[in-house]
């Protein structure tokens, strides 16, 4: 299996990477230098220290010297202590306090005055009143009072510290927020996973072979620079999505053993406009110190649009600032440097052409969907830690899934083997691999009950696509009819080539057509009516029409020009004249009119065929290719090799 994409190290940090050796530690300096700690300091502890001398005055009140008398003489006091002039003294009962306040007092303190020459010893002996050596009111000592007064300057100094630490790494205030940010830590692979290299690529050979002068180089640039010769800055990777774009770069960077810093485009935009420049600036400093390197950038059509008239405000600007730097970045690039940059897009149509042009990507590279060879491999390096049945026959499952990429394959082998331990087997076997085929390509199965009526219609609406497939010749093969609920569907007829096709004849899309107008001439032909089960079949059918009457010159009205842009997500008709769109149009309606008489005349003369596959179909809700040719009384054709 592929090796996990690395994790970021920090969530500001845009980019992973990989191979790169760790920098040293950064020096942090104390905002506002240790004088300043220390004079803030002194400040915290000379407050605490007034703070605490104002609450470590006792409560307890200063009585007159009569009124202490008083309560001597009443035998209310239980003990004192004296230390020179001054008395404390504890009550047995409270008292109201004197002077009229509010509240009691069990304890006071009191001074006795010099001219006093009263027998109070004798008082306090006769009313049992005990004299102690120890202060009745107890006060904390210097020691305590020392360590509560430090407390809260270490507080502020731990704080300080901490603070200082969050704002020299840059994950914290304004610094952070801007984009203005300490060189990231780089993210190591784990301890013992190996990096990924071109074993684990399969499929795409040639793709390799032009991704092998970028290794190459990385191994041995002096050997280039003594011929002279200069290294592409860039590498576009095109491809549909699933191609294994995102693998071949990291397999690259890890063939030639070079650190590999990947990110994806929109992880660069942020609302404030200069972020994504900052970013980009400080991910390409990051790489030159560590090169020779790789920076990968996936999905760059986020940023690198074709730049057009008329600002916008926010993410506009900083889109297009993100790519001007970027640009500037691939400028500044020399051969000495050996920093390479791969990208990765699956709309290179829609690519600024500054970024294309000799100098930026110098090279693009197109990867395509792998052919029957390339499947079987790429299920090979996916099945490697899969225990597998005796009875799997990878070259069978390659045969039927044209058109699969690396991507879906590996799911492919992923839900076989989430099926294998649902049936508590230990091994993969060939029935899990279809029925992980069958929930890829047809959908989940739905626990729908549908009424009887509804169900044999659904059967001979898949009975008409899967006859009409059978009888038009150079037609895909049927594979599996079925009126199981799947997905959004009520049933499901799959029909796959033998071989990869690449180009396509016009007879073979009228084929196509027919064979998705079949369940609807089905239900016309039997029922007399037509339901909304059509919808998904008639939306592929229009989309074929399009492209023979307005993009593939299949229309001698229309003529051998292209009308309706590739690009569907441009307005439709912003490429030819009103006339020429209502041309199309019409041929449009032509070629699907004559495609759905076709339908019908065929399922009326083969009517009986329609029927016996219908009621096989009913009886056993599922055909397999073979079931349901002969349940047709339909020869099946030898198979392509």
Same mark, same amino acid.
């Given at each position: ?13 845009? $980019? ?9 530690? /950064? ?6 230098? $240790? @004088? ?25 009140? #200063? ?96 704080? $300080? ?13 304004? @610094? ?11 993210? &190591? ?5 190996? !990096? ?5 690529? /399969? ?42 774009? #995102? ?8 063939? /030639? ?80 440097? @050996?920093?390479?940059?791969? /990208? ?30 390339? !499947? ?51 091994? *993969? ?15 989940? &199965? ?94 592929? *059918? ?44 019409? &041929? ?15 399922? !009326? ?34 198979? &392509?090799?």
């Amino acid at each position: 299996m592929a090796n996990p994409v690395p994790p970021r190290d920090r969530t500001d940090q845009p $980019w992973r990477s990989e191979g790169a050796p760790p920098p040293p530690p /950064a020096k942090r300096k104390m905002p506002g230098g $240790w @004088g300043g700690l220390i004079l803030t300091a002194l400040v915290v502890y000379l407050i605490a220290n007034l703070v605490l001398s104002f609450f470590n005055r006792g409560d307890e009140p #200063t009585i007159s010297y009569t009124e202490f008398s008083k309560q001597v003489s009443s035998g209310n006091v239980t003990k004192i202590y004296s230390k020179g002039d001054a008395i404390q003294g504890e009550l047995k009962n409270k008292q109201p306090l004197p002077n009229g306040d509010k509240g009691d007092y069990g304890k006071f303190v009191t001074q006795r005055p010099a001219f006093a020459d009263d027998d109070l010893w004798a008082q306090l002996t006769k009313q049992n009143v005990t004299v102690t050596a120890e202060p009745v009111v107890q006060e904390r000592s210097f020691l305590a009072n020392l360590l509560i007064s430090l407390a809260p300057m270490l507080l502020l100094v731990a704080l $300080w510290i901490f603070i200082a630490r969050r704002m020299s790494s840059g994950m914290g205030g304004a @610094g952070g927020m801007l984009g203005r940010k300490a060189p990231p830590k780089p993210v &190591e692979l784990e301890a013992g996973v190996k !990096r990924t290299t071109f074993a684990d690529v /399969a499929g795409i050979d040639e793709v390799e072979g032009e991704l092998n002068d970028v290794v190459d180089f990385l191994k041995n640039p002096q050997a280039y620079r003594e011929m002279g010769a200069k290294m592409p800055r860039g590498v576009l990777l095109a491809g549909p999505p699933g191609t294994g774009k #995102t693998l071949l770069a990291r397999a690259v960077a890890g063939e /030639a053993g070079v650190p590999f810093f990947s990110a994806s485009a929109s992880e660069f935009i942020e609302m404030i406009v200069g972020v994504g420049a900052s970013r980009v600036r400080e991910l390409f400093a990051e790489a030159r110190k560590v090169a020779p390197a790789i920076i990968f950038i996936d999905e760059i059509d986020t940023i690198g649009r074709a730049r057009g008239g008329g600002s916008g405000m926010g993410g506009h600007d900083e889109r297009e600032q993100t790519l001007n730097q970027i640009l500037t970045e691939m400028d500044g690039f020399t051969g000495s440097e @050996g920093v390479i940059v791969l /990208a990765a897009t699956n709309r290179a149509d829609v690519l600024d052409p500054a970024l294309t042009r000799p100098g930026r990507f110098d090279r693009i590279v197109h990867v395509n969907p792998p052919d029957r060879g390339g !499947r079987e491999a790429i299920l090979r390096i996916h099945t490697r830690e899969i225990p597998l049945a005796k009875d799997v026959d990878l070259e069978h499952v390659a045969r039927t899934t044209p058109g699969m990429t690396g991507a879906e394959l590996a799911n492919l082998a992923n839900e076989a083997a989430l099926l294998a331990v649902k049936r508590d087997q230990r091994a *993969v076997t060939r029935s899990d691999l279809s029925d992980a085929l069958e929930k890829v390509q047809l959908g989940a &199965e739905r626990p729908l009950v549908m009424p009887a009526d509804e169900r044999r219609r659904t059967a001979y609406h898949e009975s008409g696509h899967a006859l009409l497939g059978m009888l038009q010749p150079g037609a895909d093969p049927v594979r599996k009819i079925t009126i199981v609920p799947r997905g959004r569907a009520l049933g499901v007829t799959l029909s796959t080539p033998d071989s990869d096709k690449y180009a396509y004849t016009e007879d073979y899309l009228r084929g196509r057509i027919i064979g998705a107008l079949g369940g609807m001439a089905a239900e016309q032909v039997v029922f007399g009516v037509v339901t909304t089960g059509a919808e998904s079949d008639l939306e592929q *059918v229009t989309n074929i029409a399009r492209g023979m009457a307005g993009r593939w010159g299949m229309s001698e009205r229309v003529g051998r020009l292209t009308a309706i842009p590739s690009d569907a997500q441009q307005a439709y008709g912003l490429s030819a004249a009103p006339a020429t769109l209502d041309t199309v149009d019409a &041929e449009m309606r032509r070629i699907v009119d004559e495609c759905y008489e076709s339908a019908v005349r065929q399922l !009326r003369e083969h009517r009986d065929k329609l029927d016996a596959l219908a009621a096989a179909l009913l009886e056993n809700e599922t055909l397999e290719e073979a079931a349901a040719y002969r349940a047709a009384g339909i020869t099946r054709a030898a198979r &392509e090799d």
